[in-house]
């Protein structure tokens, strides 16, 4: 996850000045020389490296489970018990990760995706 942030991060702050041009306008960022269309091509694969990395570890599945349990769509109690079901799911992986094959160890992304994965079947069925 860390390889994932990190160099997005340093893309994003490599590319700061061209990001700059963008905030111009399209128009007024080509005529100063810049590459609109590639530029929003790769920012995009910055950016969905950063999201994937991050989501592998966090699990995206949370904020969905909570808002089925809670009935409400509201944010303001959406957002802290997505924190605390999150952190509990986690912990859980993680033990669970730890503890079910004896002395090997899995990662905690394969967990999370042994359970994500049926999920989001789920919903999109």
Do not use: Q
Request: glycine letters at 10%.
């Amino acid at each position: 996850m860390g390889v994932g942030v990190l160099s997005g991060c340093i893309c994003f702050t490599w590319k700061s000045g061209t990001f700059n041009l963008m905030m111009m306008g399209d128009e007024d960022a080509a005529a100063m020389g810049a590459d609109v269309k590639n530029f929003r091509r790769w920012m995009f694969v910055v950016c969905a490296t950063i999201v994937a990395s991050l989501v592998s570890v966090v699990g995206l599945m949370v904020p969905h489970i909570v808002r089925l349990l809670s009935g409400t769509s509201n944010n303001k109690v959406i957002i802290p018990l997505s924190a605390i079901f999150g952190a509990t799911y986690l912990i859980w992986a993680d033990a669970a990760a730890r503890g079910l094959f004896g002395a090997a160890e899995l990662p905690l992304g394969i967990i999370t995706a042994f359970v994500g994965t049926p999920f989001f079947f789920y919903l999109m069925a």
